[in-house]
């Protein structure tokens, strides 16, 4: 089977969230930078304008390149590089079994993640602190500077 030699709009959804290997610096300097942006918006112009074909890879984009949501085997962990000019983000996700309510602020950097449905789980920052979370709590992370505070149990 012979496959295409160029870039559809359909490989720019997952392009805007894949970084190749590298160090965490390097990474965070990819992510931030125009090119993931330019991929998710060149992918939404020519997509939605169709139909909405790609959503799900734009969602996956979002919620897996800009959020840096990542499955864990105890629950997930966040490591967010919203895009330049995004200063907000919400979207929920469920995750074996368990309903999350995430939204993400840029400035200042705040998580805050509410747990509506199922078991305990982890929430996490990649390389960063982690609490457990319970069906009806709600849960915030702040960051001071460059480093991220310690998870809260917030009152809903």
Avoid at 12 to 25: E, F, K
Avoid at 57 to 67: D, K, T
Avoid at 100 to 113: F, G, K, N, Q, Y
Wanted: charged share 20%.
């Amino acid at each position: 089977m012979r496959r295409t030699s160029r870039i559809t709009s359909l490989a720019r959804p997952t392009a805007a969230h894949r970084v190749p290997p590298c160090t965490p610096s390097l990474r965070r300097g990819l992510v931030n930078g125009k090119l993931p942006q330019a991929y998710f918006h060149q992918a939404a112009e020519i997509d939605l304008a169709n139909m909405g074909n790609a959503a799900g890879g734009l969602w996956q984009a979002a919620v897996f390149g800009a959020a840096g949501l990542k499955a864990r085997e105890d629950g997930i962990a966040l490591d967010p590089h919203l895009l330049p000019g995004w200063t907000e983000m919400t979207f929920s996700v469920q995750w074996r079994g368990r309903l999350l309510r995430l939204h993400l602020e840029a400035d200042p950097r705040c998580i805050e993640v509410a747990v509506e449905t199922g078991n305990e789980l982890t929430l996490a920052i990649l390389d960063g602190p982690a609490c457990l979370g319970r069906a009806g709590q709600r849960y915030v992370v702040r960051a001071e500077r460059s480093e991220w505070g310690e998870w809260q149990e917030v009152s809903r």
